[in-house]
């Protein structure tokens, strides 16, 4: 059981760790949130097949991070820019890597989800719909409305 | 957007948790899980069982002095259980039609079993069988009876005439009725008293053993209601003159 999950753990780690931080932007955060998440999975008796795992894993990260988001210690902070977190800290970003961070930080979040999940991931649109739980053409629209705000950053910037 | 899809994937691979902290987290999530919660730690549960151990209590005291405070008097199972639910009605002021009961003998019983909506008068005091008939209809108590009737009968307050009172002898076989028997202190003062009435002795009948001594009538609201006595033969000639005194007042 525990070897199990620690190759599940070992697997999936860095991909809910990028979800949470692509949507939270916050080193800590994220490790809150992935470690919420695989307590979850640790916890949860009913066994999820190989296949569907990936997707529970992120469906539980977006919903987490969207409590985050919503908790007032949060909204609190959440006036502070970016560039007073930690994004940088951990990882060897160089500037590119930052400015793409920050134009990430101005979008919706609703599309930076859509879009990590299309762009890095590469789930098609109906594997998508079903992890976010919203219709094929809503994740369209969120792909196509996220790269458009996308880019208006990148001009903007 | 191939730039774009190229951008997101260069930033992202760069975004990796680092060993230590995984396996610190890795640590702390199996621990989560042999963390055994107790049951009785947990506020939800421990709340709960506080306020059923609250109500428990409250309803063990609130028990234990019910009678007490329904009556206003220590309930016990003994000769002045009519005094006691003489009480009840005084305390609960309960109106009661007087055409309710009209030749219902077990009127009273019924009318506290369902005013009240509880099981205590009859679970102890006004039960048929836990009516000491027998210890009460003696002589003596009798005698207390037709003297107070009498009281009553010459006042001109009156406000309960509400039983029928029929009073067994102690070997006579217990009729199903819930009677108000006499006792040796206020308490039938309290139901007799209230006897308005232009008493008149109709009847003298019985059996063989007994004499049923129906021995007065009355009107109260223009009702007419009648008393009984059941009586040994032997306490018969007692009862006679008794109540041949009676009419000559």
Request: proline share 0%; hydrophobic share 35%.
């Given at each position: 059981?525990?070897?199990?999950?620690?190759?599940?753990?070992?697997?999936?780690?860095?991909?809910?760790?990028r979800?949470?931080y692509?949507?939270m932007?916050?080193?800590?955060?994220?490790?809150?949130?992935?470690?919420?998440v695989?307590?979850k999975?640790?916890?949860?008796?009913v066994?999820?097949p190989?296949?569907?795992?990936?997707?529970?894993?992120f469906?539980?990260?977006?919903?987490?991070?969207?409590?985050?988001?919503?908790?007032?210690?949060?909204?609190?902070?959440?006036?502070?820019?970016?560039?007073?977190?930690?994004?940088?800290?951990?990882?060897?970003?160089?500037?590119?890597?930052?400015?793409?961070?920050?134009?990430?930080?101005?979008?919706?979040?609703?599309?930076?989800?859509?879009?990590?999940?299309?762009?890095?991931?590469?789930?098609?649109?109906?594997?998508?719909?079903?992890?976010?739980?919203?219709?094929?053409?809503g994740?369209?629209?969120?792909?196509?409305?996220?790269?458009?705000?996308?880019?208006?950053?990148m001009?903007?910037? | 957007?191939?730039?774009?899809?190229?951008?997101?994937?260069?930033?992202?691979?760069?975004?990796?948790?680092?060993e230590?902290k995984?396996?610190?987290?890795?640590?702390?999530?199996k621990?989560?899980?042999?963390?055994?919660?107790?049951?009785?730690?947990?506020?939800?549960?421990?709340?709960?069982?506080?306020l059923?151990?609250c109500?428990?209590?409250?309803?063990?005291v609130?028990?234990?002095?019910?009678?007490?405070?329904?009556?206003?008097?220590?309930?016990?199972?003994?000769?002045?259980?009519?005094?006691?639910?003489?009480?009840?009605?005084?305390?609960?002021?309960?109106?009661?039609?007087?055409?309710?009961?009209?030749n219902?003998?077990?009127?009273?019983?019924?009318?506290?079993?369902?005013?009240?909506?509880?099981?205590?008068?009859?679970?102890?005091?006004?039960?048929?069988?836990?009516?000491?008939?027998?210890?009460?209809?003696?002589?003596?108590?009798i005698?207390?009876?037709?003297?107070?009737?009498?009281?009553?009968?010459?006042?001109?307050s009156?406000?309960?005439?509400?039983?029928?009172?029929?009073?067994?002898?102690?070997?006579?076989?217990?009729q199903?009725?819930?009677?108000?028997?006499?006792?040796?202190?206020?308490?039938?003062?309290?139901?007799?008293?209230?006897?308005?009435?232009?008493?008149?002795?109709?009847?003298l009948?019985?059996?063989?053993?007994?004499?049923?001594?129906?021995?007065?009538?009355?009107?109260?609201?223009?009702?007419?209601?009648?008393?009984?006595?059941?009586i040994?033969?032997?306490d018969?000639?007692?009862?006679?003159?008794?109540?041949e005194?009676?009419?000559e007042?």
């Amino acid at each position: 059981m525990d070897q199990q999950f620690d190759y599940l753990f070992n697997k999936y780690k860095n991909d809910v760790y990028r979800l949470a931080y692509s949507y939270m932007l916050n080193v800590e955060d994220a490790e809150d949130i992935t470690q919420k998440v695989f307590i979850k999975l640790y916890k949860h008796k009913v066994y999820i097949p190989d296949g569907e795992l990936k997707k529970w894993l992120f469906r539980v990260t977006i919903n987490n991070c969207k409590d985050y988001f919503r908790a007032s210690f949060f909204r609190k902070r959440s006036n502070v820019s970016i560039d007073d977190l930690s994004i940088s800290s951990n990882f060897t970003f160089d500037k590119t890597d930052e400015d793409f961070l920050k134009q990430l930080q101005k979008i919706n979040k609703k599309y930076v989800i859509v879009l990590y999940l299309y762009y890095y991931l590469g789930y098609n649109v109906e594997e998508i719909a079903s992890i976010i739980n919203i219709s094929e053409s809503g994740v369209k629209s969120r792909l196509r409305r996220g790269k458009i705000e996308f880019k208006k950053e990148m001009e903007r910037f | 957007m191939e730039k774009f899809s190229n951008m997101f994937k260069k930033t992202m691979d760069k975004i990796k948790l680092n060993e230590k902290k995984s396996e610190e987290m890795l640590s702390i999530i199996k621990k989560s899980k042999e963390k055994k919660h107790n049951l009785f730690l947990k506020p939800t549960f421990a709340s709960i069982v506080i306020l059923l151990l609250c109500i428990i209590n409250v309803g063990i005291v609130f028990a234990s002095n019910y009678n007490k405070w329904l009556t206003g008097v220590e309930l016990k199972k003994d000769n002045n259980s009519q005094y006691v639910c003489g009480k009840v009605f005084e305390k609960l002021n309960i109106k009661i039609k007087t055409d309710e009961f009209k030749n219902n003998n077990t009127y009273s019983y019924n009318i506290i079993e369902e005013k009240l909506e509880t099981n205590i008068l009859k679970s102890n005091y006004l039960k048929k069988d836990g009516f000491n008939l027998e210890y009460n209809a003696n002589d003596e108590n009798i005698t207390n009876l037709l003297l107070i009737m009498k009281d009553g009968i010459n006042r001109e307050s009156i406000m309960l005439s509400l039983y029928t009172v029929t009073i067994h002898t102690k070997d006579y076989e217990l009729q199903d009725k819930y009677n108000l028997c006499v006792a040796n202190d206020e308490s039938e003062y309290y139901y007799i008293k209230s006897l308005k009435t232009n008493a008149v002795i109709t009847d003298l009948s019985g059996g063989d053993t007994h004499i049923k001594v129906k021995y007065i009538t009355f009107t109260y609201n223009k009702m007419i209601y009648t008393i009984s006595i059941y009586i040994d033969k032997k306490d018969a000639d007692f009862i006679y003159e008794f109540l041949e005194s009676l009419k000559e007042n």
